[in-house]
């Protein structure tokens, strides 16, 4: 069974960074990507980045790139995201999610499995 935990989360002042952690575990081998995701209150879900465990090949939306930067430590089977300059409008529930059988990022890739997720609260 795969599961993802994530952490890091709390309350930053605006300009502030984070690095939040995504633990994955249940997968036998290293053919499957992780993505970070947020959801704030009353909004959609959006797609902040994708990593693929294979070759730690990256996809960000235009809107993310920039601010947030996504990596991976294979031997902790752990998925990071560093986050800088974060803003109000950044605070949001992060979550991560994995997609199995596959070796790269796109947007049309479906997650089949979410984590808790992890608030993020930035002060103005």
């Known amino acids: 069974e795969v599961q993802l935990v994530e952490s890091g989360g709390g309350l930053v002042q605006t300009g502030g960074s984070l690095r939040l952690s995504c633990v994955v575990s249940?997968?036998?081998?290293?053919?499957?990507?992780i993505g970070w995701f947020r959801q704030a209150p009353g909004k959609e879900r959006e797609a902040i980045s994708c990593?693929?465990?294979?070759?730690?090949?990256?996809y960000s939306p235009d809107s993310m790139k920039g601010r947030f930067t996504i990596s991976s430590d294979k031997p902790k089977n752990t998925v990071y995201l560093e986050m800088n300059s974060l803003k109000p409008e950044d605070t949001a529930v992060y979550l991560c999610?994995?997609?199995?059988?596959?070796?790269?990022?796109?947007?049309?890739?479906?997650?089949?499995?979410y984590g808790q997720g992890t608030q993020v609260t930035v002060s103005s």
């Open positions: 990593i693929a465990i294979s070759d730690s090949s990256t």
């Open positions: 999610a994995a997609a199995k059988e596959t070796v790269w990022c796109h947007p049309y890739l479906t997650f089949e499995t």
């Open positions: 249940g997968f036998t081998g290293d053919d499957y990507a």
